[in-house]
Every structure is written in C-alpha cells, then in structure tokens.
C-alpha cells in the first residue's frame, strides 16, 4: 500500500468557541474540505498580526516565510491570542452585549473569517481561544 501524503484525507468538522476576558462565548462550526487551506489561513493571520503591530507601532517578531509551514503551531497560537485580545480590548469585536466599535456586518465577516482562519491552523476538532486565561485548548468544552 502507497500512502500519498498529498492526498486529501476528506472533510474535517470542526467546532472552534473563542470566549472574551469578559467571559462571552462566541462559536463557529466549520468543515473544512481538506488541510490545503493552512498556508493562506497562515498568511492571513500573519496578515492580521503584522498590520496590528505596525498600526500599535510595535516591533514584528515574526519574519521571513510565514506559512503553516515554518510557523510552529505555538508561534500562531501566540499571534492568534494577540489579534484576538486587541480585537477584544479595542473594538469590542467579540462581545455580543455591548455596542461594537466596528459596523455590525463588518465584524460578523471578520469573527467568521477570523475563526475559520483560527480553525484552519490550529489542530484539534474542538478547539477553544480563551482570552481570560490567555491560552488556546485542544478540546475546548462550551460551559
């Protein structure tokens, strides 16, 4: 038997939750046809990452060749947890209850494409991005 590594393993569901410093939840479910998406999930959070850091006037720590490919799952796990937590502290992007800085159709294309970025780099099937406790869990369980 040949295992070819390119070949597509079928879709892969996906439940991703991200949960605010204030303690709202927000969550996405997703099927992802097939891995090939991680690079330019990469590079869209890498994207985010860069564009928040040069706005804040801040030095980018990643550089070079920023794909899925030479970005280790901790490097995105930490660029996820920033983008999110400016998100979360600056705009009130994530948080349902009250008013967000950014027009309401603007943020919702921004938390699905965000989190179905988020789900596409990150490996697990129940993944939870919690901004309270700074850390982003494997097999993340809504409460």
Do not use: W
Not at 93 to 119: G, V, Y
Request: aromatic fraction near 6%; proline fraction near 3%; glycine fraction near 6%.
């Amino acid at each position: 038997m040949i295992i070819n590594p390119f070949q597509s393993q079928g879709p892969i569901d996906k439940r991703i939750t991200l949960k605010t410093k204030m303690g709202e939840q927000i969550a996405l479910d997703v099927t992802l046809q097939d891995e090939h998406g991680r690079d330019s999930a990469a590079e869209y959070i890498q994207h985010l990452y860069s564009s928040i850091k040069e706005k804040l006037g801040e030095p980018i720590i990643f550089t070079g060749d920023n794909t899925s490919k030479t970005l280790s799952e901790h490097e995105l796990q930490k660029m996820i947890l920033f983008i999110a937590s400016f998100h979360d502290s600056m705009f009130g992007t994530f948080n349902k209850q009250a008013p967000s800085q950014i027009p309401d159709a603007e943020r919702q294309d921004f938390i699905e494409l965000f989190l179905l970025a988020c789900a596409s780099v990150l490996s697990g099937k129940n993944l939870l991005i919690d901004l309270s406790k700074g850390q982003i869990g494997n097999e993340g369980r809504l409460s």
